[in-house]
């Protein structure tokens, strides 16, 4: 499974610090950071039951860094629809957000 973090890491020197610190402090866990993305994303690939966000999250924080776990894009949505104004609106927005 793999967690996906927005965070303010800007640095390449620092996120090797902070890759360093998770993975002395989470064995199981492969860190890595996109600070090309505009969220300085921070994906973290584990292997265990499940992961450990809030601690990871309060790692980052003890080092001054801010980190959110993003949701996942692959969870489907639920539509509530009342009429086929709904529906196309709906659609349009869906459409609008679509990269």
């Known amino acids: ?5 927005k965070t303010n890491v800007r640095d390449p020197d620092t996120a090797n ?3 360093d610190e998770i993975h002395k402090t989470f064995v199981d866990y492969k860190a890595n950071f996109d600070l090309e993305d505009c969220d ?15 601690t990871l999250i ?10 959110e776990v993003l949701p ?8 509530v629809l009342e009429d086929s104004d709904d529906i196309n609106n709906q659609a349009e927005t869906i459409i609008a957000k679509t990269p």
């Open 40 to 54: 300085k994303i921070l994906r973290v690939k584990f292997t265990t039951a499940s992961m450990q966000s809030s």
């Open 58 to 67: 309060g790692l980052l924080k003890s080092f001054g860094y801010y980190g």
């Open 72 to 79: 996942d894009d692959d969870q489907p949505v639920n539509l």
């Open 17 to 19: 610090m902070l890759m």
């Open 1 to 5: 499974m793999v967690e996906v973090f």
